[in-house]
Each structure stands twice: as C-alpha cells, then as structure tokens.
Nanobody, 116 residues
C-alpha cells in the first residue's frame, strides 16, 4: 500500500518562505513522478510543480521563479521550497506520486496560509 505524507505547512507573512516535504512509502516499483497540487476555497485543484525521476521539472506560471521543487536521490521524498509567498498562494497543498505503471497516490494535504 503506497502512502504519501506531507508536512511543513503553516502560517507565514507575505514575502516569507515555507518548505513543504512529502514522503512516499510502500511502493514496490520505482516512482516515476512526484509533485504538488493546490486547492484554494472555491477553486479547482491546480498543478503547482512536478518532478520526474530523471529530474525534469514543471511549474505553474504563477509560481515560477518563486518556488523550487527538488527530490532525494531515491525519489522517495520531494520538497517544495516556496519563497516570496503571496496571499494568493494560500491553499491546501497536496502531494502526489505515481509509481511506474501504477495509479496516482495522494497525500491528505497540508494547509498553507499567507497572511499578515
């Protein structure tokens, strides 16, 4: 059973930084991609960033140059470094992973609130 667990959310002032972590465990095949989505109240879930096993990354235009996704060598843990945070970044952030040939697995989400 694959499990995905996020950590690192919280309350931060505009212009501040947060680092989210996501650990995936229980996969019997290598994980091909991991990433982060977010969902604000009344909005659809949107992709924030993703990273593949070979290190290729994609970002939403709204977070480029502010957020950085990275991973450990084993592709079991990913991080999302969020800098220059804005109130519009406030959302629940969900991590996901997809092992090769398998389904997507999601974490329970972590709240990020940007407010003064």
């Amino acid at each position: 059973q694959v499990q995905v667990v996020e950590s690192g959310g919280g309350l931060v002032q505009p212009g501040g930084s947060l680092r989210l972590s996501c650990a995936a465990t229980g996969s019997i095949v290598p994980i091909s991609v991991m990433g982060w989505y977010r969902q604000a109240p009344g909005n659809e879930r949107e992709l924030v960033a993703r990273i593949t096993r070979n290190g290729a990354t994609n970002y939403a235009d709204s977070v480029k140059d502010r957020f950085t996704i990275s991973k450990d060598t084993a592709m079991n843990t990913v991080y999302l470094q969020m800098n220059s945070l804005k109130p519009e970044d406030t959302a629940v952030y969900y991590c996901y992973c997809r092992p090769w040939g398998d389904n997507y697995y999601w974490g329970q989400g972590t709240q990020v609130t940007v407010s003064s």
